[in-house]
T-cell receptor, first 112, second 117 residues
């Protein structure tokens, strides 16, 4: 079974601070995705990383895929209250495209 | 284009009962996946339907079953409900069969929150 472990589980920071969320596995993934989920909503795809060592930026969010394709990180610069939510990493089951295994999530709260 | 819609949004059942949850996929999407998200956890894959056939299944017992209709909408049925079935059930649609280019983009609905008493 391919497992994804996220850390930290909870993070509470002040507006303007930087943070990094980690997603780790002992298995190699063909790709990893990051989602954000807000209360009462389904997860929304933020990014897909597919190449080992790849870095993608989405405004103040920077996503990196590990060289060995076993881990990924999400870095947020100058966090804002609107960044509050549950951040989930996900990868395909045994490279089976869009059947995903998810990490347990990191719940982020950004206080004004 | 319309997104993924799920119904009902909330429901309460008692142990041993049966429940049916419904999902309308996003326009142009022919693949539907169902996930269970327990409180405080990440979603867990239940199964996927492509062109009305089950295309893959996670580690869930047979009392979890599904259907996909010709219009690509889908149902999730759970028999003999247990307390641990209390969760948010998420439906996600995508275009194309798993493994093919463009098939990895999932659009999730807002979910159906099931409480089993």
């Amino acid at each position: 079974t391919q497992l994804l472990e996220q850390s930290p589980q909870f993070l509470s920071i002040q507006e303007g601070e930087n943070l990094t969320v980690y997603c780790n596995s002992s298995s190699v993934f063909s790709s990893l995705q990051w989602y954000r989920q807000e209360p009462g909503e389904g997860p929304v795809l933020l990014v897909t990383v597919v190449t080992g060592g790849e870095v993608k930026k989405l405004k103040r969010l920077t996503f990196q895929f590990g060289d060995a394709r076993k881990d990924s990180s999400l870095h947020i610069t100058a966090a804002q209250p609107g960044d509050t939510g549950l951040y989930l990493c996900a990868g395909p089951f045994y490279n089976a495209g869009n059947m995903l295994t998810f990490g347990g999530g990191t719940r982020l709260m950004v206080k004004p | 284009e319309t997104g993924v819609t799920q119904s009902p949004t909330h429901l309460i059942k008692t142990r041993g009962q049966q429940v049916t949850l419904r999902c309308s996929s996003q326009s142009g999407h022919n693949t539907v996946s169902w996930y269970q998200q327990a409180l405080g956890q990440g979603p867990q894959f239940i199964f996927q339907y492509y062109r009305e056939e089950e295309n893959g299944r996670g580690n869930f017992p047979p009392r979890f079953s599904g259907l996909q209709f010709p219009n690509y909408s889908s149902e999730l049925n759970v028999n003999a409900l247990e307390l641990d079935d209390s969760a948010l059930y998420l439906c996600a649609s995508s275009s194309g069969r798993t493994g093919r280019a463009g098939a990895n983009v999932l659009t999730f609905g807002a979910g159906s929150r099931l409480t089993v008493l």
